[in-house]
């Protein structure tokens, strides 16, 4: 039996409203009827599109796919619809962002503001977290990320670098670089670039805290705590910091990422649009 779009809406209905008794108000249906749609659309493909838990529907990476493709059908269809009837193309509508704390809190706020002021009928979702969100499961709809490269999954643009470099008080500055205590990622992001720099320039060293925040980093730093890499940037905005070694080749890259297919929507567009003029060769 061949699909209908009921049945990508039903998926899409259920991710964006965070279950299946959110996607029933949505649909204006009971929930045993959502229930009982979803059952059927995946007994007849036989795949598994959400994970039933006790917190709620959880979309598997196939779910994540098929209501990422729904969203941006979805768009093209409605805005097909609004050309034909010759109506405003105003954008509308929610946008998830996701970042890191640095950079909602140094390079984002211009960036949502001109959007915002282009696009008042756009509310943007703004998470904050240290954890690289899951686009392909709709975690967000856009992430800024500081990368050295990006997931071959995802489209992106490279907004702009950050130099970085080795900050510590006063007080560390008299020390010898061996006896350096490091204030350094924590154990979810021991992936990063920084960690590399950390193990192939110094060998290691004696770790005083671990942290999963730039931001908390930049804090633990500046209180004393130990010397640690931060963007030049950042540090700027920390007078008592003292710069202890920099190097050209630590520097990394802000970008601008979403899902391939999503990269065509409106919203993600415009967004993208503004960061490129704002952003862009501003480092």
């Keep these: 039996m061949a699909e209908t779009w009921d049945d990508l809406a039903l998926v899409l209905a259920i991710v964006e409203h965070g279950g299946v008794m959110g996607a029933a108000r949505a649909l204006g249906v009971h929930h045993a009827t959502v229930l009982r749609r979803l059952d059927a659309f995946e007994g007849r493909r036989g795949v598994v599109l959400f994970e039933r838990r006790k917190t709620g529907y959880v979309p598997t990476p196939l779910g994540g796919h098929l209501a990422a493709r729904a ?12 050309e034909l009837a010759g109506e405003d193309l105003r ?48 975690d967000a709809d856009v992430a800024f990320r500081i990368l050295s490269s990006p997931q071959q999954d995802l489209a992106g643009e ?10 510590g008080t006063p007080e560390l500055a008299e020390i010898d670089p ?17 960690q590399e720099w950390w193990q192939r320039d110094f060998g290691g060293g004696r770790v005083a805290m671990r942290v999963n925040s730039t931001m908390a980093r930049a804090a633990a730093i500046r209180a004393g705590a130990g010397v640690g890499f931060l963007p030049t940037r950042l540090a700027g905005m920390n ?19 979403v899902l391939a297919e999503l990269s065509r929507l ?17 480092a």
Excluded: C
């Design 91 to 138: 954008l509308s509508g929610t946008l998830r962002v996701t970042s890191t704390d640095f950079l909602a809190q140094s390079v984002l706020p211009p960036v949502l503001s001109a959007f915002r002021g282009r696009y008042p009928d756009v509310e943007i979702d703004l998470m904050v977290s240290a954890r690289q969100e899951n686009l392909g499961r709709r």
């Design 178 to 194: 061996p006896d350096w205590p490091w204030v350094l990622d924590d154990q979810t992001l021991l992936h990063t670039k920084v």
């Design 71 to 82: 969203k941006a059908i979805s768009v093209e269809v409605d805005q097909t619809y609004r």
């Design 158 to 167: 490279r907004l702009m670098e950050l130099d970085y470099a080795i900050y």
């Design 239 to 257: 007078g008592d910091l003292v710069a202890l070694r920099e190097k050209p080749e630590w520097r990394l890259e802000v970008w601008f990422l």
């Design 266 to 282: 409106p919203r993600v567009q415009a967004l993208r649009r503004v960061a490129r003029q704002l952003l862009s060769d501003s």
